[in-house]
């Protein structure tokens, strides 16, 4: 064992604890050296991925950063790395578009190591009858007074923007790759989030995902946020929090559940030579051992479909996984340009102010597709 390899991860236990127990594990058995740091999650969305590839060898990323990747020509594509067979393989074993998400300019970025989405979060104890099913659901417990957050802060109005929007049939972008969303679709999704936005506890408004469900095993504020990434570890909290229950999102009826893909892959820097070594390390980690029980046992979040359906690891997380996987099957998979990162915290920002100000839906919807717009520089290839 000779080479040393620098990874970068985001600071939360589903990112961190399980590469870092496998690292040691295999450096203990002098099969490969990794050492992982980590900075906030929020650090990702700042922190150009040249200069994060330019100083580590392993980076944890999300699929939207691979357009950027690729325009600074700072990753390996993972077919010259593993072969065209591994990645066939991988994509028959992946959930949902987990690895289809990393695929952009006919090749793939990243390995899946970790799958989310939006889903439903509820505190059982604090609602009345079965979790919502549907829109018109979520809605009628908002118009009931029932505490209901939604998940605005950040990047993440946006987000919840386009769940909606896909829930009701017209995923943002995909029709037409140069036109975000129809103006029937934008307006009803636009009065949907705004109305929750509205009647939310303020002190969940600032709050990114974790921090809102946080909020939710504390206290008793908010009883159900109908969109939110899911986090497993928040089915089993420390000792004097309350466990969350995750399900699947809203959906309309008739339809499937829809949620904006998250998660996280494993990119290979240019500035690394991978050897025979770390590839086997990585391939493990994507390997049903690793993904159906080191990663479940180390706090992480499984990107395999045996893993999100083997009976073991949902007891062991109050069926986390089964009750979400039918939205991350069909979860939306999010534009990746080089220019979509900006966009998207200036999207969400201008849904805020139009949240706040109760600005017309069409003027807010006309100023996010400009954004939109002036976001793609010459279009996704």
């Not at 986090?231 to 999102?249: E, R």
């Not at 990162?341 to 849904?351: E, G, W």
């Amino acid at each position: 064992m000779s080479a040393r390899w620098r990874g970068l991860t985001w600071d939360h236990p589903r990112g961190f604890n399980a590469l870092d127990a496998a690292a040691r594990e295999a450096s203990a058995r002098n099969a490969v050296s990794v050492s992982w740091e980590t900075q906030p999650l929020e650090g990702f969305e700042s922190a150009p991925i040249a200069d994060l590839c330019a100083r580590y060898d392993l980076v944890v990323l999300d699929h939207p950063h691979v357009g950027e990747a690729v325009e600074a020509g700072c990753l390996h594509p993972m077919e010259e790395v593993f072969g065209e067979e591994v990645l066939k393989s991988l994509e028959q074993d992946t959930v949902g578009p987990c690895l289809s998400s990393y695929r952009y300019g006919g090749k793939h970025w990243a390995l899946p190591l970790d799958a989310a989405s939006q889903v439903m979060a509820l505190r059982p104890d604090l609602l009345e009858g079965p979790p919502p099913q549907t829109w018109d659901d979520v809605m009628a417990l908002v118009e009931s007074g029932v505490p209901v957050a939604a998940s605005i802060a950040g990047p993440h109005a946006v987000l919840s923007f386009f769940s909606i929007c896909a829930a009701l049939g017209d995923p943002p972008a995909v029709a037409d790759p140069d036109r975000l969303v129809g103006r029937e679709t934008g307006r009803k999704a636009y009065e949907i989030l705004a109305r929750i936005a509205r009647a939310m506890p303020d002190e969940a408004r600032p709050l990114n995902p974790i921090g809102l469900l946080d909020l939710m095993t504390r206290k008793d504020s908010v009883a159900l946020c109908p969109l939110v990434y899911g986090y497993v570890n928040y089915t089993t909290p420390a000792t004097g929090l309350k466990p969350l229950q995750f399900q699947d999102a809203p959906r309309v009826a008739g339809a499937h559940p829809k949620g904006t893909l998250g998660g996280t892959g494993i990119g290979i820097s240019r500035r690394c030579s991978p050897d025979r070594a770390l590839k086997d390390h990585l391939l493990w980690l994507m390997g049903r051992t690793a993904q159906c029980e080191f990663l479940p046992g180390h706090d992480g979040q499984p990107s395999r479909r045996d893993a999100w359906r083997d009976p073991a690891v949902n007891t062991a997380s109050g069926n986390f996984y089964l009750n979400t996987l039918e939205t991350l099957e069909h979860a939306y998979v999010r534009p990746r340009h080089a220019g979509y990162i900006a966009f998207q915290t200036a999207a969400s920002a201008a849904l805020r102010d139009g949240f706040e100000s109760q600005a017309p839906a069409e003027a807010i919807l006309d100023h996010v597709q400009k954004l939109y717009t002036a976001s793609r520089n010459g279009g996704e290839r």
